[in-house]
Structures are given as C-alpha cells and as structure tokens.
C-alpha cells in the first residue's frame, strides 16, 4: 500500500515516467482505476467494508486500485484492523476536508449519530440543527469537499493515466465530484455506486426538508444517474427504484462477506442462550419489539432469565439504552459492548446462538441489506431479523434456509420463534448448512471486475 498526502503529490504529479515505471516494474501492466470515497480505513464501521474489500481484490483482476479519500474526516469510530485489507498494489491518495459536523453537534446537544437520527420529541436545538443540515447542505455536510477535490483530480487523472472512475455514497456529495469531473472530461468512464438511495433515502425524511430542497435532492439525482456511465446499488430493491427514477438499466452487487476473515472463527457451546445484535441501533432500527418478546417469555415462564443474554455490540441509542437499563428485568439479561475492532467482532460470531437483525422501519424497508447481514450468514448462525417479511433479507433468508424476517408489530410470531430456538439451544439437534459463497466479497468483485470490462469493450 502506497499513501500519498497531497504536498508530496504536488511535487510528482507531472512525473509520469515514475508511475509508468511503477507499473511495469512492480505490479505488471494493471489498468488504473480511481475510487473516490469518504470512509477509508482506519475509519471503523460497515461503510467502509464494501469498497474496501472490492480494492483488496480488484488486483486479482488485473487493475490497480487508486483511491481518493478525506485525510482528515469526522470519524466517530476508528479500526486500525481493518488496514491489513489494503492490498500492496493500492495507492491511497488522500486531501484534507472540511466538514461542520462539531457545529452539527454542538448546537444539537447530541454526542453520537446514533442519537443524531432521531424520531422522537427533539429540542429546539436539535430540531434546528436538523433544519440546517437537510436545507443547506445539500446533498450533505461534505459538499465543500467537492470543489477542491475536482480542481485536484482533473490534473491528477490527466497526469497518471487514469481513465475510469468510481464514486461511492453516501455522502452523495462523492457522486458530485464524478459528476463535475465527467462534465469536464466527457471521454472518461464513471460508474456511480449507490450503498444507500439519495432522493428516496429515509434519513431525509428526519431533517425537516423544505420543497425546494428536496427538488434540489432530486436534480442532483437525475443528473449523477443520467450521466454516470453505470450505476450500481446493493438491493433488487433500489435497483427498481433507482431504475424507475432514471429511466436507465441499473446494476445490481449486493454487500458480501470476505471469506478470509472467516477462516479462523469456531464455534463453541454458550453458557447462556446468546443473542446478539452487531451494529449501529438508532430511532429507524428499534429492536424493541423483541426485547418484548423475550421479556414476555421469562414473565410466562417459557425462558430462563438465568439462561439468556442479549448483547449489543456498537454505538446505541442513548434513549433505548436507558429504557433496557431501567427495567430490572431486562436489564439483568442485557449487556452493551462499545465499538470493537472488526476482528475481534469476528471472534463474537463463535459464540452466539441467534444473530439480530434490525432493519428500519421506513418506507425503503425492503431494500435493507446492511452489510452486517451477509456477515451474518457466513458466520453459519441463525438469523432473527425484524423488518418487512416481503423485502430483500427475508427473501434471501427464506432461499438459503439460514433464519427468518418478522413484522415488527407480530409479536406471537416473535415469540414463538425466539422460544423455538431457545429450545433448540438447550436440546441442539444437527446444524442445518448452506452455501452463501455467491456473496462472497471476491465473487462480488468479479462481477464489478466485468462491468469495468464492458466499459473498455
């Protein structure tokens, strides 16, 4: 892995003997491709896994990674484990940002995100803040990163031979950058990744849009979608509606697992009947509905309180942490875990029966397909999830036989289900296998390695 900061750049960017020479001498003749991103290691958390992994493996596929990120974003959760993935033949390029996110902070009175998404009775403060956020940074608080990061890529791809280009959001202000530099330079490649929708995302919808900036949203849309050479979203979902949106083919790579980083995990009995939900939980994904189901369980008498524990690992909800907290029942069975570096999360999978799956509980429901999900499946464990039984996750659960999705508001369902393993864990019969390997993250790659091809065709 090669990082470069923008001074020793501007030194060498002319110099393109030494990167002809780079290539031909260290790596072969891989074709370049530049990947314009906000999260990069050591940022922590699900956004940065996908476009990650896809660099890990692109060399294997015959291109050399370049990838342009902030050298100073507003990073809540740091994982230096995940900096081993960054593959030799990477070159990260990276220019300073600014952001407003303190200011966002400050004057909301919220000291995490997951508080920041928020669907109850907010202060003034907060509702302000909102208000800001959603009218006047548009399509986010990292728009100023835009211009500057255009006037330093133009001459940078000029000078490295760079011809193909990949934007990642959100924050769709990444889209933004491949949109003014496609303008500029009509003959280059552009492929638009979509982790999240823009116009239709549900986050919006907690920031208090005015008409005319959610039409602002949408001209943006429009235009990164009608430009970009390919798009690619995660979801069949999205898909169809990105689809519907543009009125052009929209490409499907779902999130995935690396395999290598299963590799080492085994499995071993637990003391206590463990179910434990991995990420973020905020005011759109609200396990509630089944901390009642277990609750419920123990009153009757069906579940053990001695014999159970939840365990959240990641940045929760401040609000739903104190509701857990002051209820002496489910308090004794809960735990919350702070953020833990990837690899230590992976080691987490060993010993837990049931994996939680919270999805929002928004309009684009559906098309819930966290990253975490995937992880979910390669670990082998039994996936309880909350959300649409009609959507993405439930259709994929249902196809491999590795666990199920429940509206939020069945609570008999959830109960009977939650019971259902609760007794297989105290009388295991045989585990039930399945073969997830087509979301492995080097068979993802692959398939973004042949829309690549079909740019040069």
């Keep these: 892995m090669l990082t470069m900061n923008v001074s020793i750049l501007t030194q060498s960017i002319r110099t393109t003997y030494f990167y002809s020479y780079f290539c031909v001498s260290k790596f072969g003749c891989l074709k370049k491709i530049l990947i314009i991103t906000y999260y990069w290691p050591p940022f922590g958390g699900s956004g940065v896994q996908r476009w990650l992994k896809f660099v890990k493996y692109l060399p294997s596929f015959d291109y050399q990674p370049f990838v342009f990120t902030p050298e100073n974003p507003f990073v809540e959760i740091q994982d230096n484990s995940l900096l081993k993935d960054v593959p030799a033949e990477a070159e990260i390029i990276k220019l300073p940002i600014w952001e407003p996110y303190q200011l966002f902070q400050k004057l909301s ?110 001209n943006l849309e429009r235009k990164v979608l009608t430009t970009a050479d390919e798009v690619i979203t995660i979801a069949p979902y999205h898909q169809q509606r990105l689809e519907a949106l543009s009125g052009r083919k929209v490409q499907l790579i779902t999130n995935g697992f690396d395999e290598d980083d299963f590799k080492d995990v085994r499995h071993h009995p637990t003391e206590k009947f463990t179910l434990r939900h991995i990420g973020v939980v905020d005011e759109l994904r609200d396990p509630r509905p089944v901390m009642q189901a277990i609750k419920d369980l123990i009153i009757a008498g069906s579940v053990d309180k001695e014999k159970i524990l939840v365990e959240f690992v990641g940045n929760v909800n401040s609000r739903f942490r104190a509701e857990v907290q002051d209820d002496p029942m489910l308090n004794a069975i809960t735990s919350f875990v702070p953020h833990l570096p990837h690899s230590e999360v992976l080691q987490r999978y060993g010993s837990t029966d049931v994996q939680l799956l919270v999805l929002a509980h928004t309009a684009i429901a559906p098309g819930n397909l966290p990253g975490k999900f995937f992880e979910y499946l390669a670990s082998g464990n039994f996936i309880l999830g909350i959300g649409p039984e009609a959507g993405d996750a439930a259709a994929i659960l249902k196809k491999l036989s590795a666990g199920a999705i429940i509206e939020r508001h069945n609570l008999s369902a959830l109960k009977k289900l939650v019971l259902e393993r609760y007794d297989y864990w105290q009388t295991p019969a045989e585990k039930i296998s399945f073969d997830a390997t087509v979301f492995s993250r080097r068979n993802l790659t692959q398939q973004l390695a042949k829309i690549l091809a079909s740019l040069r065709a």
Excluded: Y
């Excluded at 202060?123 to 608080?141: C, H, K, M, T, V």
């Excluded at 255009?150 to 924050?171: A, C, E, M, Q, R």
């Excluded at 995302?201 to 949203?217: I, V």
């Design 109 to 218: 009175g919220n000291k995490k995100q997951t508080d920041f998404v928020s669907t109850g009775k907010k202060s003034f403060l907060q509702r302000l803040s909102l208000f800001i956020r959603g009218n006047f940074f548009i399509p986010d608080a990292r728009v100023f990163w835009v211009r500057p990061s255009v006037l330093f890529l133009d001459d940078f791809l000029k000078s490295n031979h760079i011809d193909t280009i990949i934007t990642t959001g959100p924050p769709h202000s990444m889209h933004l950058i491949g949109l003014t530099l496609k303008q500029k330079n009509p003959a280059l490649k552009w492929i638009s990744d979509f982790r999240d929708p823009w116009s239709e995302w549900d986050l919006l919808d907690t920031f208090s849009l005015t008409n005319w900036a959610r039409r602002r949203h949408r």
